[in-house]
């Protein structure tokens, strides 16, 4: 080949070259090429949102409602749930509750509204110790007799009275002088605030004062885990049956424990 016809192939091949040159911006790499900015006023494009999680923590479910009266728990914890008509003098209570404290239990002290009426102090004396207040009508009267008008009276009277001791009306509603509730009772409880009566499975007929061995036997013969035990604050015979039923319960392995902690 000629040195005009090589001469010739050079240009046209450096011509070439500089088209290709001068098609990526001044002589920088492609590689390093900045990419096209957006127009002046023109809002970047929002990020792609990270697609959700497929692991949703579920909500829990609320507890069930429990029935309209309850007396007994199903027993699958080594629990009772001792329930003391309040009654007495506050130095009945005081020893009642300082035995209970002693042997780490807890009860559920249903009030009578007269009664913390005449001893206000004592509704805060149980609530102190870890133990439960619960309402046990205003007067103690007869109310399966009752018509709607006067049970419901008598179950409102007492709980606004353990509203302004305690600042609640506490959960459960024990009616007077009867073990279960009747519809008329269940119904004007509800409607003062109680959903749920609470009735026993087990009356330790301390009432009756047969002695504190009596009532110890009461107990203990037939106590299971679950139950529901009908005891009173007010009466010497009770006090004094407390250390052995106590003791005759954690020998059982059975922890006395408030209503409410045996019904969670």
Not at 49 to 72: F, H, I, N, Q, R
Not at 114 to 123: C, E, V
């Amino acid at each position: 080949m000629s040195v005009d016809r090589r001469s010739l192939l050079k240009g046209a091949a450096a011509a070439a070259a500089g088209i290709v040159v001068a098609g990526c911006d001044g002589g920088e790499d492609a590689s390093k090429a900045t990419p096209p900015s957006h127009p002046a006023g023109a809002a970047a494009p929002t990020p792609a949102s990270p697609a959700p999680s497929s692991e949703v923590t579920a909500a829990k479910p609320a507890p069930p409602a429990l029935p309209d009266e309850v007396g007994k728990a199903s027993g699958a914890r080594p629990e009772v749930a001792l329930t003391f008509h309040g009654q007495g003098t506050p130095d009945q209570v005081e020893r009642l509750l300082g035995l209970v404290e002693r042997a780490h239990g807890q009860v559920t002290v249903l009030a009578v509204g007269g009664w913390l009426a005449q001893y206000p102090t004592l509704a805060g004396r149980v609530l102190a110790g870890g133990h439960e207040l619960g309402n046990h009508s205003e007067n103690h009267l007869d109310m399966p007799a009752m018509d709607a008008a006067t049970a419901y009276r008598e179950i409102a009277q007492c709980a606004e009275r353990l509203k302004a001791l305690t600042g609640s009306q506490g959960r459960w509603f024990r009616p007077s002088q009867t073990q279960y509730a009747n519809a008329v009772i269940k119904a004007q409880a509800a409607k003062a605030g109680y959903p749920t009566c609470l009735s026993y499975s087990l009356d330790s007929l301390d009432h009756t004062d047969p002695g504190a061995a009596a009532v110890t036997r009461n107990v203990l013969d037939r106590v299971r885990a679950g139950d529901v035990v009908s005891m009173h604050c007010g009466h010497e015979g009770t006090i004094a049956a407390l250390p052995a039923v106590l003791d005759g319960l954690r020998a059982k392995g059975l922890t006395p424990v408030t209503a409410s902690a045996l019904f969670a």
